[in-house]
């Protein structure tokens, strides 16, 4: 781990393309400011941790626990590729009346 010290302004930069600017100390805590590429998630660590076990139990969970059918707009088990399935819910086409 690198460890550094850094005054209120000042910067860290990372990869060329993440910066990191100490914006204010206060007591003991650190306000950061932080530029990154739109596709650089950036995310709190307790956040991150709590994410990350939310998709652990998701995947652990028992699929038989889980509610029958599918949730709106999710594809079925097994279609083909590209092919789309109907929205549940979403209104029947009228009827030609001709």
């Given at each position: 781990m690198l460890?550094?010290?850094?005054?209120?302004?000042?910067?860290?930069?990372?990869?060329?393309?993440?910066?990191?600017?100490v914006?204010?100390?206060s007591?003991?805590?650190?306000?950061?400011?932080?530029?990154?590429?739109?596709?650089v998630?950036i995310?709190?660590?307790?956040?991150?941790?709590?994410v990350?076990?939310e998709?652990?139990?998701?995947?652990?969970?028992?699929p038989s626990?889980?509610?029958?059918?599918?949730?709106?707009?999710?594809?079925?088990?097994?279609?083909a590729?590209?092919a789309?399935?109907?929205r549940?819910?979403?209104p029947e086409p009228?009827?030609?009346s001709?």
């Amino acid at each position: 781990m690198l460890i550094l010290t850094r005054r209120p302004g000042e910067r860290v930069v990372i990869a060329e393309d993440i910066l990191i600017e100490v914006m204010g100390v206060s007591g003991h805590t650190v306000r950061l400011g932080i530029s990154a590429p739109q596709g650089v998630s950036i995310y709190r660590e307790e956040i991150w941790l709590a994410v990350k076990e939310e998709n652990r139990a998701a995947a652990a969970a028992d699929p038989s626990s889980l509610p029958a059918g599918s949730p709106p707009g999710a594809a079925a088990h097994g279609a083909a590729e590209g092919a789309e399935e109907p929205r549940q819910g979403a209104p029947e086409p009228p009827a030609d009346s001709s």
